[in-house]
């Protein structure tokens, strides 16, 4: 399976941009698909996964602004940002793994198998 992330760009504060992620090669095997990013000089971060049949997550840093949605027909994972903030600004990953990810595992990054190329966000004025 291959993940091929798009989508991202420079917004300003408070503007909007979807991400999503095409997978391929065998898609229909995964079952959890998750969005993470990393900025400069940090850690990778969680910010929302998709776990299985209509099953979401997401990162306090992003609830309420964010909205994860998978089409299984299209293979796709989309990712709605909305409001968003300079401290958004990141390079953003889709991520999967071939059986559901359990709850605990979620936010780690080292529970999915498979990880796309990142695409750049970035909020500036």
């Known amino acids: 399976v291959q993940l091929q992330a798009s989508g991202g760009g420079l917004v300003q504060p408070g503007g909007s941009l979807r991400l999503s992620c095409a997978a391929s090669?065998?898609?229909?095997?995964?079952?959890?698909m998750a969005w993470f990013r990393q900025a400069p000089g940090e850690d990778r971060q969680f910010v929302a996964v998709y776990r299985s049949m209509g099953s979401v997550i997401y990162s306090d840093s992003v609830k309420g602004r964010f909205t994860i949605s998978r089409d299984n027909a299209a293979n796709s994972l989309d990712l709605q940002m909305n409001s968003l903030k300079p401290e958004d600004t990141a390079v953003y990953y889709c991520?999967?793994?071939?059986?559901?990810?359990?709850?605990?595992?979620?936010?780690?990054?080292?529970?999915?198998?498979?990880w796309g190329q990142g695409t750049q966000v970035t909020v500036s004025s």
């Open positions: 090669g065998g898609s229909g095997s995964v079952t959890s």
């Open positions: 991520a999967a793994k071939k059986n559901r990810v359990i709850l605990s595992a979620a936010r780690t990054p080292e529970s999915y198998e498979i």
